[in-house]
């Protein structure tokens, strides 16, 4: 599950992300036919006219402001590459806000820029109208970014959803053996989420503010006021929660964890506890180590991630042979990477190297 407030200096969802529809529900579903793909501007990449039938399309929404949008992205580049020639991947941006400095044009330039090959697909804008927003997003009743949508080679909607979980429905559209009917009945019978109120949105503020005080008490004190106000939204700042909880009381915490293991919700408890290195219960980044574990299946780049989270729970050695190879993977010419990001990874095996060697570790 996305963190709604990671959309660092953004109104997204208070003012561009409340669903249009609220009165008579999403007008957009799974297996309905993908609505045209009229863009402001095409950023990188060929224009796409129009989906052709027989190929798959991958439409990554985000915006600049967006961590997880950010986050994703080398994992989604990635993915392109593999499926060049049976997918196009697009990296549609909205609901971008200019800065008194710099247009929104200038600014995604500039982004797409400085990702280099880290955002490797075709990249396009919304239109000035937020065209592609409202005939996407919000009528299919999305309220955050990241989203993805996959239109499948009869140019329909199969899947609709988060990054993390692309991976393994991909390979089934692209292979025919996908069930967009059965994926609609299963996301018809989700609980819905509250609408996102003015007064919801301060609540949630209120716990971020304290999270980064670094006060928990408070922390898990608001949050459990917020569930109890929103029990169908319980599932936001998820991992912020267990964050502070974690700190206030780690048995509770590490008991939810069981209970959330192989959840949506697992990418971000894990991003969010890995946030706090080194200052947690070890058996909350052996949580976290054997989640990435899980995910680098998928995720060549989660490795990194297993290594980190080993180090932190203190089992140096074994931090090391993940980073080892890891750093050895980096280096072959068919890895999506750069020689600036090795060189990071090859500083990170000397930082596990020598603690090991001084016998200690990151708690």
């Not at 501007?41 to 039938?53: A, E, L």
């Not at 042979?321 to 990874?345: C, G, H, N």
Request: proline share 4%; aromatic share 10%; net charge positive.
């Amino acid at each position: 599950m996305i963190v709604l407030l990671a959309m660092s200096g953004s109104s997204f969802l208070s003012a561009n992300a409340q669903n249009v529809n609220a009165q008579n529900g999403p007008t957009l579903h799974v297996n309905d036919s993908a609505p045209k793909l009229v863009v402001g501007r095409w950023v990188k990449g060929k224009p796409i006219d129009d989906f052709k039938k027989g190929h798959v399309y991958v439409l990554d929404f985000w915006a600049t402001w967006c961590v997880p949008c950010r986050e994703s992205m080398p994992h989604m580049s990635a993915l392109a590459r593999r499926y060049r020639d049976q997918a196009t991947f697009i990296a549609m941006n909205v609901s971008e806000t200019p800065r008194q400095d710099r247009d929104v044009f200038t600014m995604v330039d500039a982004f797409v820029k400085m990702m280099g090959n880290k955002l490797d697909t075709h990249v396009a804008m919304d239109n000035d109208a937020s065209l592609v927003n409202h005939t996407w997003l919000r009528a299919a009743g999305i309220r955050s970014i990241p989203s993805v949508f996959i239109v499948d080679q009869e140019s329909k909607i199969a899947w609709i959803g988060q990054p993390q979980g692309v991976d393994s429905v991909l390979a089934a559209v692209v292979a025919g053996t996908f069930d967009a009917a059965a994926f609609a009945k299963r996301r018809a019978s989700q609980p819905k989420r509250q609408a996102i109120d003015d007064k919801a949105m301060a609540a949630l503020m209120q716990i971020r503010q304290a999270l980064m005080a670094k006060d928990y008490p408070l922390t898990v004190s608001l949050y459990e006021k917020f569930m109890q106000d929103y029990p169908a939204n319980s599932d936001i700042m998820k991992g912020t929660y267990l964050r502070a909880l974690a700190h206030v009381s780690p048995e509770k915490a590490l008991k939810q964890l069981v209970t959330l293991k192989g959840s949506e919700q697992e990418y971000e408890i894990a991003r969010a506890l890995s946030e706090d290195e080194g200052r947690l219960d070890k058996k909350f980044y052996v949580f976290v180590a054997d989640y990435y574990t899980r995910r680098s299946e998928n995720d060549f780049f989660a490795m990194g991630k297993v290594a980190k989270a080993y180090f932190a729970s203190g089992d140096i050695e074994r931090a090391i042979a993940v980073q080892k190879k890891f750093v050895a993977d980096l280096k072959l010419p068919a890895t999506p990477s750069t020689d600036e990001y090795i060189r990071r990874e090859e500083e990170t095996l000397k930082k596990y190297t020598a603690a090991m060697q001084s016998g200690k570790s990151a708690n």
